[in-house]
């Protein structure tokens, strides 16, 4: 075994499996540049860390289980004057995760709301922060399962742990008692303890029906707004926006 073929195997063992990759071209180029031991040393570390924050990245990217994925710079705050961009980009910065802060998006359908859930999310991975993402609808219907097995405590965990939850499309149905009491022990669960980014298109006031019980829906308001940012973004519908430039609404554009 030669001496290259030692330190590769070395290298390997250690796990540095990128510095192995790359242990080749690195020596050629050093021995080219005139490296001296340290800078070489010293870029065949780099190029081993940053592929293992790629990889990181890409991990908990994963186990966030984003529906897609939609950056801040992809969201077009033009067709949205509601929304303040330059307040956006702080809350991107996560402080308010730092704070155990909540982040409540609210608006109609299309608006945008669940895109800024998915950006945010992404900013907050991109920091190192776990994120779990979750409708409400399968949230409800995950812990109800988990309920009728009697393995409810561990199953919340899965919404208890991370930094961030997100949970979407609060509104979209009417929860019945049981869905409504799960809901309420993730939120007191989490208060906090941990940041909830939450989007809905119903109003606080509209919470009581929602939940089926105003008492209930205090009481999780209470927790979800004693610290928390809330954006409502009042505005059209990007969908609908799309349906009239493609001309499915009204006079079809003419060709050209």
């Known amino acids: 075994m030669t001496e290259l073929e030692q330190v590769r195997f070395r290298l390997e063992e250690l796990g540095l499996h990128r510095a192995s990759e790359l242990l080749d071209v690195r020596l050629k180029a050093a021995q080219h540049a005139q490296y001296t031991y340290l800078a070489f040393l010293g870029e065949l570390l780099e190029a081993e860390l940053t592929e293992r924050k790629r990889r990181n990245l890409e ?54 709301k669940t895109h800024l859930a998915i950006a945010m999310a992404i900013e907050a991975i991109a920091k190192g922060l776990s994120v779990y993402f979750v409708s409400l609808t399968h949230l409800v219907e995950d812990l109800r399962k988990s309920y009728e097995e009697n393995r409810l405590d561990k199953r919340l965990r899965v919404y208890i742990r991370p930094k961030v939850l997100v949970i979407d499309e609060v509104g979209y149905l009417p929860l019945d008692s049981l869905a409504a009491n799960l809901f309420f022990q993730v939120v007191g669960a989490r208060y906090e303890r941990g940041s909830i980014l939450l989007t809905s298109n119903k109003s606080f006031g509209e919470w009581g029906e929602l939940l089926g019980d105003p008492i209930l829906a205090t009481a999780v308001l209470d927790r979800l707004l004693h610290h928390s940012h809330v954006l409502n973004i009042r505005g059209q519908s990007y969908r609908l926006r799309e349906k009239l430039t493609s001309g499915v609404y009204g006079e079809p554009s003419k060709a050209k």
């Open 59 to 112: 991990v908990r990217t994963k186990l966030a289980r984003l529906p897609y994925r939609k950056s801040l710079d992809d969201f077009d705050f033009s067709f949205q004057p509601s929304l303040d961009e330059r307040f956006v980009r702080e809350l991107a910065t996560m402080t308010f995760v730092q704070r155990n802060e909540n982040l409540i998006l609210l608006g109609p359908p299309g608006v945008g």
